[in-house]
T-cell receptor, first 116, second 112 residues
Framework: GAGVSQSPSNKVTEKGKDVELRCDPISGHTALYWYRQRLGQGLEFLIYFQGNSAPDKSGLPSDRFSAERTGESVSTLTIQRTQQEDSAVYLC??????????????FGPGTRLLVL | GDSVTQMEGPVTLSEEAFLTINCTYTATGYPSLFWYVQYPGEGLQLLLKATKADDKGSNKGFEATYRKETTSFHLEKGSVQVSDSAVYFCALRNTGGFKTIFGAGTRLFVKA
């Protein structure tokens, strides 16, 4: 497909377990973003990757959260020792123009995480 | 810091009614402004954008004008359709930056 894909679409886990969320950006998009959307709230920026530059991790809420991206391909967001407050929809977006101009971000459908 | 405030939903309208979803922002510098839409079961997608004061973004019958004097970017449509039912997000990004700040979203229901 031509769009951003994410997996799994839904994830239910127990408190304390680790989870890994995956994002496949649109081919050729140099920039990749992760956001978190809690119920009834706006999108909260988590992390930004641009090409081979060091990622901007300033939005990660705690050291339990980490993300990786190899080159301009797949990214994984890992949450260790999950807590109930981690329950949210995790959205990934990619874009062609990395910064500066008002480029369009293309969003994936999200992964809905529920921590019991 | 930068922020976006949009009207709370849900907004329920009958088909062919006029729609306004208010959005105001706080930002340093001269941000670009966006409206994103999320249809049921789909990912967010850009609806329209404006990059400078007095610009009007438009798409699919929706319009929003960048008003610097009132720091607003209200979304309007003259005649809504059932297919417009979705969640609408107002957002901004400051010049030279990459972080996009989103509002909380406004859910729109359009009844036939």
């Amino acid at each position: 497909g031509a769009g951003v894909s994410q997996s799994p679409s839904n994830k239910v886990t127990e408190k304390g377990k680790d989870v890994e969320l995956r994002c496949d950006p649109i081919s050729g998009h140099t920039a990749l973003y992760w956001y978190r959307q809690r119920l009834g709230q706006g999108l909260e920026f988590l992390i930004y990757f641009q090409g081979n530059s060091a990622p901007d991790k300033s939005g990660l809420p705690s050291d339990r959260f980490s993300a990786e991206r190899t080159g301009e391909s797949v990214s994984t967001l890992t949450i260790q020792r999950t807590q109930q407050e981690d329950s949210a929809v995790y959205l990934c977006a990619s874009s062609l123009v990395p910064a500066g101009g008002p480029e369009t971000q293309y969003f994936g459908p999200g992964t809905r995480l529920l921590v019991l | 810091g930068d922020s976006v405030t949009q009207m709370e939903g849900p907004v329920t309208l009958s088909e062919e009614a006029f729609l306004t979803i208010n959005c105001t922002y706080t930002a340093t510098g001269y941000p670009s402004l966006f409206w994103y839409v999320q249809y049921p079961g789909e990912g967010l997608q850009l609806l329209l954008k404006a990059t400078k004061a007095d610009d009007k973004g438009s798409n699919k019958g929706f319009e929003a004008t960048y008003r610097k004097e009132t720091t607003s970017f209200h979304l309007e449509k003259g005649s809504v359709q059932v297919s417009d039912s979705a969640v609408y997000f107002c957002a901004l990004r400051n010049t030279g930056g990459f972080k996009t700040i989103f509002g909380a979203g406004t859910r729109l229901f359009v009844k036939a």
